[in-house]
């Protein structure tokens, strides 16, 4: 039996069609054991089956099957197993199995699978499976799973999932799933999802989704990260992140993060985080802070609101617009003992925010509050000045030990103020008014009593 098998494998090297050998002068001069059925002689140089150690072929249609490589010069059209490698020199279509890799100089298309890469010159289309990665040259379609990387020189249209990262160095069409980066050099039409970081080198029609952060040039669609999104020119679309939005410009666009929103040069949406800055605003701010270098044409709503534009709508506790005159308030009363304010004065309405120290008095422990207080103002004189406000005490009593003062409180105090200005930078006032103190946890009164106050009012 041995015998026979060593006969039949010598027998099968004088198997191949000596035409064929002819005809392929460019053949390379390779070991060759196999058993080829060919065609007849017009086609001889067509193999059907292959079978054995190596093979080199100019065509192949059919099946082959190679314990260590497998060469098409020509076109392979069927199925190839190999133990090591597939390689065809111009276009490979249907199926290649390979234990470490598949290769296609021109055109690569089917089912490929190999136990580390398939890589096509040109056009890698079909479905692709590698524990490594794949390459296509120019053109990558249909659907990619690589275990570390899936790679394209030009256009991607497909599903690509990279254990690493997907690299496109045009467009990606489709949905790139990676578990550490996406990267598009021309753009994005379609879905990126990275568990780092995507980048689209151009225009974004799509969305973009990342652990960490987003990177578009125009990004007109969704960005979604655990910390920072950013369009390095126009933003139409949405962005939201965990710490950080960015854009050099916003037109119908809508910012949301937990830290801060900064469209840089104009925003014509909305901004919705702790603190949003836009160059120009013409639609909305819902921040603790908003500020705008230039005009608003819409509304800001906030604890502080700041524009360059003094006929701004301003919804908040402290509103500064270039008209906006700021002023420092210190005075002293038979509630608060000492008390420290900043007025935020416009036109004839004002804001105050503040603190005091001893409410409960000189003779009881330590206590402090903590005010804001909204009003108007209108001059009698060019010295003289009255105005009324109502404004909001914290009260603090630092867990008091007496049982009957309560760790908590709150007062409602309004007033009238009269104020004389004996310069532009100095002046003095006195106020006069009642407090409402109540507890927080029950409904129940702590004390009510009329205030008087007199200090001084700098800048």
Request: net charge positive; charged share 10%; aromatic share 8%.
């Amino acid at each position: 039996m041995n015998r026979f098998l060593t006969l039949l494998l010598l027998g099968c090297v004088g198997f191949i069609s000596p035409t064929s050998a002819q005809q392929t002068n460019k053949l390379s001069k390779i070991p060759n054991i196999s058993l080829n059925a060919t065609g007849t002689r017009e086609h001889s140089s067509i193999s059907y089956l292959n079978i054995g150690l190596m093979t080199n072929v100019p065509f192949q249609r059919g099946i082959g099957i190679n314990v260590f490589s497998s060469v098409v010069q020509q076109k392979m059209t069927g199925l190839q197993l190999s133990g090591l490698g597939n390689i065809v020199v111009y276009e490979a279509n249907g199926i290649q199995i390979a234990g470490v890799v598949n290769a296609s100089r021109d055109n690569s298309n089917g089912l490929h699978i190999a136990g580390l890469m398939n890589v096509a010159g040109n056009k890698l289309r079909g479905l692709h499976i590698s524990t490594f990665g794949n390459v296509g040259g120019r053109y990558l379609s249909g659907v990619s799973i690589g275990g570390l990387i899936n790679m394209t020189g030009g256009t991607a249209r497909a599903l690509e999932i990279g254990g690493l990262a997907n690299f496109v160095g045009e467009r990606q069409y489709g949905m790139a799933i990676a578990g550490l980066m996406n990267v598009s050099g021309d753009g994005l039409s379609g879905m990126q999802t990275a568990g780092l970081l995507n980048i689209s080198g151009n225009e974004t029609k799509g969305v973009q989704i990342a652990g960490v952060g987003n990177i578009s040039v125009n990004s007109h669609g969704m960005q979604i990260a655990g910390l920072s999104n950013v369009a390095t020119d126009m933003l139409k679309g949405v962005q939201i992140a965990g710490v950080t939005n960015i854009a050099v410009q916003g037109q119908n666009a809508f910012q949301i993060s937990s830290i801060a929103n900064i469209a840089q040069q104009g925003m014509k949406g909305v901004q919705l985080g702790v603190a949003n800055y836009a160059g120009n605003l013409t639609g909305a701010q819902v921040g603790i802070l908003n500020l705008c270098g230039g005009d608003v044409k819409g509304v800001q709503i906030g604890v502080i609101n700041h524009s360059k534009d003094s006929t701004a709508l301003k919804i908040g506790l402290v509103n500064v617009n270039p008209s906006t005159r700021i002023q420092v308030l210190t005075y002293g009363g038979n509630l608060s003992k000492f008390n420290l304010a900043v007025r935020f004065r416009n036109h004839s309405l004002y804001t105050m925010l503040g603190f005091g120290t001893h409410f409960l008095g000189l003779n009881e422990k330590f206590s402090g509050t903590l005010f804001y207080r909204a009003g108007t103002i209108y001059d009698l004189t060019q010295k003289l000045s009255i105005s009324g406000d109502i404004g909001f005490y914290h009260i603090e009593s630092f867990e008091n030990e007496n049982t009957e003062i309560p760790e908590r409180m709150y007062s409602l105090q309004p007033r009238l103020n009269i104020e004389y200005a004996i310069s532009k930078k100095f002046g003095l006032f006195l106020s006069g008014g009642y407090s409402w103190t109540r507890h927080y946890d029950k409904n129940k009164s702590f004390g009510n009593k009329a205030l008087l106050e007199f200090g001084v009012v700098l800048l």
